[in-house]
């Protein structure tokens, strides 16, 4: 009887106890907990309000750099240059975006560079404050963007936003100046764009007439100029002339 009952005590205790060390060895994780409480003192409502809306401008950080640089003006002629080989895919869209941007990188570096020492370090070392830093980094992304953007359109939407005449480039407000800046960036591009493609439309023309005058109606002329827009392309070393054309219109 005895033996029973140290044998059930064995088996009742000392799984017990294993799963209880089991337990015990298992790391114990941080708890994050995010809420809503009362604040004693209003320095901590402006804490996170800064800490809020530091994370809407890195939500929309990606539109920011779209709208503001030169990434309109690159993605949209690269884009007609592959329309203009009559490349389906090729390149891929992730190879067009990326050069984009690296490209981008390129040509705003200056004015990063600009940025970076008039607005950021200053930030970071404490010596000016988060509206002075943000004037600070406005002004050479303003210059970068005035100097591409035609008068024409930058009238408009003054116009529009019943906005006084400026006397002085830091008097025209960003609202007003980056829609400007966009729509003259896509003008510019497509302007770049039907220059791309008026030798390519002439091999067209070619092939097309050739194909007709030897009856060969049933043979898309798609199939036979491809290879010649692609052989021209390269013999003319084509990214290289889009690429310096792209840079060179930024200086």
Known sequence: MNRRRVGLFFLLVVPALLAAGTVCAQPVLPQIQIGVAAADDPQEVAVSLQILALLTILALAPSIIIMTTAFVRIVVVLSFTRSALALQQTPPNQVIIGLALFLTFFIMAPT???????ALQPYLAGE????????????????FMYRQTRPRDL???????????????????????????????????FQMGFMLYIPFLVIDMIVASTLMAMGMLMLPPVMISLPFKVMLFVLVDGWNLVVSSIISGFR
């Open 155 to 189: 009238r408009l939407f003054m116009q529009l936003g019943e906005e006084p005449r400026p006397e002085e480039l830091s008097d025209i407000p960003l609202h007003i100046l980056v829609p400007a800046f966009v729509i003259s960036e896509l003008k510019t591009a």
């Open 128 to 143: 000016i404050g988060h509206e002075e830093a943000f004037s600070a980094a406005a002004e050479p992304v303003k210059r």
């Open 112 to 118: 990063w560079k600009e940025v970076n020492e008039q």
